[in-house]
Nanobody
Framework: QVQLVESGGGLVQAGDSLRLSCAAS????????MGWFRQAPGKEREFVAA????????YYADSVKGRFTISRDNAKNTVYLQMNSLKPEDTAVYYC??????????????????????WGKGTLVTVSS
């Protein structure tokens, strides 16, 4: 079992930055590709970003490319999502997920998020205009 706990969400204004963290415990963190997904009220879950097990490969949704950066620290069992230039349309609950497959497959699985091994409970990000 892997437990994932997200933190760092909050209420910010458009143009601000936030950094989300996802702390993992349980099995070997580096055995998993890690990703961030989000779900806005009334909308379907959306892939945001994924990072490979060794941190060398990253994948992003077009909607966040150039603004968000995913990173991981395997020594700290933590994955991060640095979010810059936030927009009101970024408002959502952000979920951390672990996948024993690859980050690339995490980014293209359909339905979105299908087959993830573990999920966190999410952290709310609200961006006001």
């Amino acid at each position: 079992q892997v437990q994932l706990v997200e933190s760092g969400g909050g209420l910010v204004q458009a143009g601000d930055s936030l950094r989300l963290s996802c702390a993992a415990s349980g099995r070997t963190f580096s055995d998993y590709a890690m990703g961030w997904f989000r779900q806005a009220p009334g909308k379907e879950r959306e892939f945001v970003a994924a990072i490979s097990k060794n941190g060398l490969m990253t994948y992003y949704a077009d909607s966040v490319k150039g603004r968000f950066t995913i990173s991981r620290d395997n020594a700290k069992n933590t994955v991060y999502l640095q979010m810059n230039s936030l927009k009101p349309e970024d408002t959502a609950v952000y979920y951390c997920a672990a996948d024993s497959a690859t980050a690339q497959r995490m980014s293209v699985r359909r339905p979105v998020g299908y087959g993830m091994d573990y999920w966190g409970k999410g952290t709310l990000v609200t961006v006001s205009s």
